[in-house]
């Protein structure tokens, strides 16, 4: 069901909820008799609340069901049933058309007309009204369109269920057709990505192959601390071509790029640039990628400089490391991000500039990040560098956290990765388990961030808005409860002395209540007949003298809503019609 | 019970002599008879209701009510009645019954009577004056504001039409609202005047200067009087207004939990404040004074309060004289007219009028639409000692005897209707006057309902209200009776020829009071808000219900917030009034339903699971509660009631009808998160069909129009 606005009316209707609703309706249009029968046996609870304001779609709906479960059942004669479908035709041609009726009375044919109801059926009401009665073959006909008027007009309309436009337009053959043509747009769709993927790898690995070379040439000239060349005219081209690409499939090159053995250096890759792979030679807790593989991967980075590109870089760096990758990969995502953070450093940008060292950074200008969705992308992401990542966004934020807002997270930040400091301490070494953890990481997050909008912004006060703190709960002294259960003594009545927030409990609902549309059907009643009744005495002897109250037991063993076969027969044998 | 049985057999059996082919006469008999051993339980039962409430009314009297004065004593008072027991508690005119005998004293009830009905006439004439007009509207008020309450000098005739609602106390004279008259030394009453009904006037009366004291004497006791309450000086001004024939009284905001729970909803905030038209004319009187104590007066044609004409006021008078004079049986009083013809507020101002002579009147409720006394839906019997100084939902109370119809009108089972009536007319004593209340519905076999009450219940005086140049039905005559046919009651056979004609009428012959309305809108049911009758059913409804607020000034609490009584599905049963439900879905009707909490006499033992009624049962109710939900493991009902425990733990029957639970009471649940049950704000009425069944009265056919033309 929606959310409920201020500015709607409430209105108050027979149903509990839109299950039950739907319940019902799904049943009375099911075709099966037992299942209509449910629904009808519901309507008939429906009317109880309803009473005089009951709707006349549904009053009508149940009354022209009723002829066809009847029907069905085979034990009325085609005369019976011609003047049970009659009487509902007639009633609900009479009762809607009612509405439009305006001071001076109109043809019933018109009205009908402007409600999309034919001819044909004012026609059939006329006959059984005035004329000789129609055969049954033509009241089941009607019986059927009206229903299905029904069906469309009021019940698939009605509590917000917009799925009408749809439900009148589009025939079956349609939808069918759209589904494959839509399976084949999807596999183009497909083709072409992994063409493009092709494409990019290919790219990249010309890329890597060209700057290889380059430092290997380095390497010769004099050690790996010299100064890389400007592009050669081959690289040059090779990076016109990637910048292209990136334009058109952004996504995909980013995908490509945090694959292994791009950004992501592979062991072999590592050793051809002379760097050590093990990962005894780094820290873990503070990522720090090796300068010469940043600078063997700058000027492709240069060339796809653009704040949609970095911010889509990270996103897809913090997601990679949520996954829980390799120690190997999670630590150079960690650096990476480390490396892009640093770059956009206030601190950072402001001395580089000065020094016009500009040749080790990935872009210049400081770039807007999303900082409260960084940080929730970096607590979503528990690695061991996570505390310096985080220390990383917290301290280059436009609108920093409050101190101790901040120190609250690094903190519980620290102790959520401090399973990854060997195993000395005993807190939650299994990265799996601890999700606990990490809920109220995300928590305290949370408030965070919402106080943070509070103070940092002059956003519109919310703390005002919480409900009202006087107790509405009522509270009875023990002395009370035990004066009422005493006046109660002997009786069957007691105060409910469960422990229940009854505040939190709306009328119709009770603790445990599940939301079921079945929840308060009946398994099990017996029938109280009052036999001495004054109205009896003066009319038909029905009960006379019998004073005795017989109670009729009637138990079927139905665990859920479906009635089975036999249920519903000793129903049928034990119910009077309504 | 014995006692009461053995009064009316006697008479029926009288009457069944007499015509033996009567057959609803021997029917009632039979009834009566019959009724002996089902009804202990309910008498009981009803002993108790009234054990609970005298106490209560007792206390609050000693409380309030200045020692009487010695001459009226109501010991001797009743010693010296001997034709009725002129019952004690109001004293009002007491002063003149010095007189020992019999005749004397009705004599003195004449002259009153005609008193009452020489004053209405001038109180329906003198406001037009232009001294009135002019001096009429300055009150003369001063507002204490350490004990917050206003005390209000009147000069003799003067009259204070008002809306909103105060406690009014008389210190000095006496002053008379809605034919109640209200003296010094008496108890505070709550007036309630909001704009769903005709406003409320103070008309002050003057004081009867006791013998023996002059003009003087009374001047300097008023002027003590209205000191002793104040705790500073009162103005000059309003020390100079005291008259020696001038009245007194103090006005104190009022402030009870119907008011609290009422003015909770933001749509009921102004239900003691103006109406549309008041508002549009410029009605109210700026006084601060009042609208201290939330008094709003009222000025210029919106004044006029109660509008009496002249067969009105004689009706009163000739049915107070009926009271006082001597009879063999106790006046009963059925008033009937159609919609809005003014039965109801006729009703009130005879109780009141009655309740100046006597202690308590007897009331049967028949409107089960606008109940008196009572929710919606309800038949019942009460006894009135206390005035009614507003409209019905202010003044609910316990009745003495109930029965839960369950819908707002008859139509639908005019038989149970009329048997509820007959098994509480079993609990009349006969002591007092007996005032019968009636539906509008005087068309077909709403008429014939009447026909049969007149019958049934041996009235004596009928009174029927019309409005407009014709009559709205035929006239309730005793001619008229002689052929008339009820729903279950005909006329006599026709009388042989050797029979004497002249015994028929003489047993039950009943006199006839036509009364013509004449006030603004006679006839026309009101269409401004808190006037349209499903509304007035809801505000009674919520009155009802806000029994359950505490007291004391608190947080007023939504009814889903009060702790439940609780108690096995298998030990009451459960039934429909108005419509049939299948069994196994039966809680779906009753889930956050109101329930009728009627005592069936058998005992109610299920066999696991709900307990359904095969047919309505009819039965004393003890009042309504809302079931607020269903334990279906545990196999409970909770039930929220404002009725108290030790009556609750004789309930074993709960009924559901149509009487629902307002809106407002469903929608505005304060404190539960997430959806509320039954509420939906996705319900469309644009949808074909979603509206209720419509009916159009009048519809003209084409055909018609153009032979007018």
């Known amino acids: 069901m929606k959310k409920k606005t201020v500015g709607k009316t409430r209105h108050v209707v027979a149903w509990m909820n839109k299950a039950e609703y739907e319940h019902v309706l799904e049943y009375l249009f099911s075709k099966e008799p037992a299942l209509q029968k449910h629904a009808l046996h519901r309507i008939s609870a429906w009317k109880g609340r309803f009473g005089q304001s009951t709707p006349v779609a549904v009053d009508s709906t149940a009354d022209l069901v009723r002829c066809q479960v009847l029907d069905s059942k085979g034990q009325l004669e085609s005369n019976d049933l011609v003047l049970l479908y009659g009487m509902a035709l007639v009633r609900f041609v009479n009762l809607i058309t009612e509405r439009q009726q305006k001071r001076v009375a109109r043809p019933l044919r018109r009205l009908a007309g402007n409600i999309n109801i034919p001819e044909w059926v004012v026609n059939l009401r006329h006959d059984l009204t005035h004329r000789r009665l129609p055969s049954l073959k033509w009241c089941r006909k009607g019986c059927g369109f009206v229903l299905d008027w029904l069906h469309q007009e009021y019940w698939s309309r009605q509590m917000g269920s917009q799925l ?63 100064v890389w060349p400007d592009a050669s005219a081959d690289l040059s081209w090779i990076l016109t071509q990637i910048k292209h690409f990136a334009t058109e499939a952004r996504d995909i090159l980013v995908d490509v790029l945090i694959q ?22 780094v820290d873990m807790f503070a990522p720090c990628l090796p300068r010469v593989f940043l600078h ?15 911010n889509l870089i990270l996103d897809k760096l913090f997601a990679e490391l949520s996954n829980e990758p390799s120690s190997h990969r999670t630590y150079y995502i960690a650096s990476w991000i480390s490396e892009i953070l640093l770059c956009n450093s206030k601190s950072e940008l402001k001395a580089h500039k000065r020094l016009k060292i500009s040749k080790e950074r990935i872009f210049m200008n400081r770039l807007q990040f999303p900082w409260q969705n ?8 528990p690695c061991p560098a996570t505390p310096f990542l985080l220390r990383q966004i917290l301290s280059d934020m436009d609108q920093p956290l409050p101190h101790d807002a901040q120190q609250n997270l690094l903190q519980l930040c620290s102790i959520y990765t401090q399973g990854y400091h060997g195993n000395s301490s005993p807190g939650p070494s299994d990265p799996a388990q601890p999700v606990y953890t990490l809920q109220n990481l995300q928590e305290r997050l949370k408030s965070n961030a919402a106080q943070n909008r509070d103070t940092s912004s002059n956003h519109t006060p919310r703390s005002v808005q919480a409900p009202p703190t006087e107790e509405l709960q009522e509270k009875l002294s023990a002395e009370t409860v035990q004066e009422r259960n005493f006046a109660l003594r002997g009786s069957a009545w007691s105060v409910c002395t469960d422990k229940v927030p009854w505040k939190q409990y ?56 479906l009635w089975t076969h036999s249920d519903l027969s000793k129903l049928k044998a034990g119910l009077k019609l309504f | 019970m014995t006692m009461k049985v053995h009064k009316v057999s006697p008479q029926s059996q009288n009457s069944t002599k007499r015509h033996g082919k009567n057959k609803w006469r021997k029917r009632i008999h039979r009834r009566d008879t019959s009724l002996l051993n089902t009804s202990r339980g309910t008498a009981k039962l009803a002993q108790q209701i009234t054990k609970r409430e005298k106490p209560a009314l007792k206390q609050l009297k000693k409380l309030y009510t200045k020692p009487i004065p010695e001459d009226s004593c109501p010991e001797e008072r009743r010693e010296k009645a001997t034709s009725v027991t002129f019952a004690h508690v109001h004293t009002n005119g007491g002063t003149e019954l010095d007189d020992s005998s019999s005749s004397v004293d009705s004599q003195e009830w004449s002259e009153y009577a005609n008193s009452v009905l020489k004053n209405g006439m001038e109180s329906s004439t003198s406001p037009k004056t232009d001294q009135m007009e002019e001096d009429g509207l300055q009150f003369h008020a001063h507002f204490d504001h350490t004990h917050n309450r206003a005390v209000l000098v009147m000069k003799q005739g003067q009259v204070l039409c008002f809306r909103g609602k105060c406690l009014l106390t008389c210190l000095y004279g006496h002053v008379e609202v809605l034919g109640f008259t209200i003296e010094e030394g008496q108890q505070p009453y709550p007036l309630f005047s909001p704009p769903s009904h005709c406003p409320l006037t103070i008309t002050a009366l003057g004081n009867n200067p006791p013998s023996g004291k002059n003009k003087k004497e009374g001047l300097l006791e008023a002027k003590a009087i209205v000191r002793k309450y104040f705790s500073s000086e009162p103005s000059k001004k309003l020390m100079s207004e005291v008259d020696s024939d001038s009245c007194v009284v103090l006005l104190e905001p009022l402030d009870t939990p119907l008011t609290r729970f009422l003015t909770s909803f933001s749509e009921l905030s102004e239900i003691f404040g103006l109406n549309s038209k008041e508002l549009k004319s410029q009605a109210a009187v700026y006084s601060p004074v009042l609208s201290a104590v939330g008094v ?19 009706a009163i008078s000739s049915l107070l004289s009926a009271w006082a004079g001597e009879f063999v049986r106790c006046p009963i009083i059925l008033a009937c007219g159609g919609k809005s013809s003014g039965k109801s507020t006729f009703n009130r101002h005879l109780i009141n009028s009655l309740l100046n002579h006597t202690a308590s009147v007897e009331y049967l409720e028949c409107d089960l639409g606008q109940t008196e006394f009572t929710p919606p839906g309800c038949l019942s019997l009460n006894t009135v000692t206390e005035p009614l100084l507003g409209p019905p939902f202010t003044h609910l109370r316990d009745p003495e005897h109930m029965v839960y119809y369950g819908q707002a009108d008859c139509q639908a089972d005019i038989d149970r209707y009329l048997e509820s009536l007959k098994s509480l007319w079993r609990h009349v004593s006969g002591e007092s006057p007996v005032i019968i209340n009636t539906m509008g519905w005087i068309r077909g076999h709403g008429f014939q309902i009447l026909v049969d009450l007149i019958r049934l219940f041996s009235v004596t005086h009928v009174v029927q209200l019309s409005f407009g140049n014709a009559p709205q039905c035929q006239l309730l005559t005793p001619d008229f009776f002689r052929t008339a046919h009820g729903w279950q009651t005909h006329p006599p056979t026709p009388p042989t020829l050797t029979e004497e004609p002249a015994s028929h009428p003489s047993i039950r012959s009943h006199v006839f009071l036509s009364v013509q309305s004449e006030f603004e809108g006679a006839g026309t049911s009101g269409e401004m808000q808190h006037q349209r009758s499903n509304e007035l059913r809801d505000l009674a409804l919520l009155s009802y219900f806000s029994k359950l607020q505490s007291p004391e000034p608190g947080p007023i609490r939504p009814l889903h917030c009060f702790i439940p009584y609780q108690v096995p599905h298998s030990a009451v049963a459960i039934g429909l009034t108005h419509c049939e439900v299948a069994p196994n879905n039966i809680l779906y009707a009753a889930n956050a339903s109101i329930v009728g909490l009627c005592c069936l006499s058998e005992k109610v033992m299920g066999r696991g699971g709900p307990v359904v009624l095969s047919q309505t049962p009819i039965c004393q109710c003890v009042g309504l509660g809302v079931l607020r939900g269903v334990d279906m493991a545990r ?14 733990r004789h309930v074993n029957c709960l009924l559901l009808g149509e009487i629902t639970l307002p809106k407002i009471l469903l929608t505005k649940q304060h404190g539960v998160e997430g959806d509320l049950p039954y509420v939906t704000t996705d319900y469309s009425f644009e949808v074909q069909g979603a509206g209720k069944l419509h009916i159009y009265k009048g519809l003209a056919r084409p055909g018609f129009i153009k032979s007018n033309n």
């Open chain 1, 374 to 381: 960084l940080i929730s992308a970096c607590v979503n992401a």
């Open chain 1, 296 to 310: 063997f991967w700058l000027p492709c980075l240069k060339v796809l400089n653009s704040s949609i590109f970095i």
């Open chain 1, 506 to 561: 709306p009328l119709g609902k009770v603790p445990g209540q599940p939301e079921d549309p079945s929840c308060l059907m009946v398994e099990c009643y017996s029938t109280f007949t009052v036999f001495d009744q004054q109205v009896e005495l003066d009319q038909l002897p029905r009960h006379h003298g019998n004073r005795s109250v017989p109670l009729q037991s009637r138990a079927s063993g139905s665990d859920g809503p």
């Open chain 2, 635 to 648: 196999g409970l009902y909770f039930l929220v009631t404002p009725v108290s425990p030790s009556v609750l």
């Open chain 1, 164 to 226: 009408t436009e749809d439900w009148n337009t589009s025939s079956e053959e349609e939808d069918e057709e759209e589904f494959v043509k839509k399976q084949e747009e999807d596999l183009l769709r497909r083709q072409k990505e992994i063409e493009a993927h092709k494409k990019v790898r290919e790219l990249l690995i010309s890329y890597e192959r060209e700057q290889f070379q380059t430092y290997e040439e380095l390497a010769k000239q004099g050690g790996q601390r010299g």
């Open chain 2, 296 to 314: 709003t007066a009222l000025r210029g044609p919106c004044a006029q309060g109660l509008v009496l004409s002249r067969s009105y006021r004689e």
């Open chain 1, 260 to 281: 292994d053995g791009f950004l992501i250096p592979t062991a072999e890759q590592l050793e051809s640039l002379d760097i050590d792979p093990s990962e005894d030679s």
